[in-house]
């Protein structure tokens, strides 16, 4: 497994302001995920960042949203930008080992709350 | 479209007894199918998976799942259930063909009561 760090652990904002979520790997890896769970719900991938490439979206999020940074194999950031209640969620940074067969190993979440 | 369904949002277990969490997929061809345990205010844990092979999987804290090609379902099971196994379990898929993207069901709440 990876141990997995995220900063902040949980923040309340203001509407139209911006929080960069930072996740910290204990190892390298190639590939990175950011999930978003909203309340009482399954999570949904924003989007895969691989170091030294574009981060690769899903539909319906887009970047100027969800700017993402992959500056080295073991860290990555995930900034909400012009936030608005909608935001609120839990997002959750995620790996997935080149050796391995396809299992993620998951932050703990950040718990994003939008007034 | 890619798919997970896991039609119980609720499973009551009394400790003790057995437990079954079910799900089903819909993906074409022969995915990687898995099983993820949250517990209240953690991220999320893997507990076991189906790659090929032996259709019964073991994985962490004495769970187990049974991969079923023909009814596309990876229900987890255990024997005998703990009241700390009281957790939201969510079942996921991912296509062999492509990289990363998991697909997860909404989530089953287990709860288990002494």
């Known amino acids: 497994s990876a141990v997995i760090s995220q900063k902040p652990s949980r923040d309340i904002c203001q509407r139209g302001t911006s929080l960069t979520i930072q996740c910290q790997v204990d190892?390298?890896?190639?590939?990175m995920f950011w999930y978003r769970q909203q309340p009482g719900q399954s999570l949904t991938l924003i989007a895969t960042?691989?170091?030294?490439?574009?981060?690769?979206?899903e539909s319906g999020f887009v970047i100027d949203k969800f700017p993402i940074s992959r500056p080295n194999l073991t860290f990555s950031t995930l900034t909400v930008s012009n936030m608005s209640p909608e935001d609120s969620s839990i997002y959750l940074c995620s790996v997935e080992r080149s050796s391995g067969v396809g299992e993620q190993f998951f932050g703990p979440g950040t718990r994003l709350t939008v007034l | 479209a890619q798919s997970v369904a896991q039609p119980e949002d609720q499973v009551n277990v009394a400790e003790g007894n057995p437990l079954t969490v079910k799900c089903t997929y819909s993906v074409s061809g022969n995915p990687y199918l898995f099983w993820y345990v949250q517990y209240p205010n953690r991220g999320l844990q893997f507990l076991l998976k189906y790659i090929t092979g032996d259709n019964l999987v073991k994985g962490s804290y004495g769970f187990e799942a049974e991969f079923n090609k023909s009814q596309t379902s990876f229900h987890l099971k255990k024997p005998s259930a703990l009241v700390s196994d009281s957790a939201l379990y969510f079942c996921a898929v991912r296509d062999r063909g492509s990289q990363g993207n998991l697909i997860f069901g909404k989530g089953t709440k287990l709860s288990v009561k002494p």
């Open positions: 960042a691989n170091q030294g490439s574009e981060a690769t979206y």
């Open positions: 190892s390298q890896v190639t590939m």
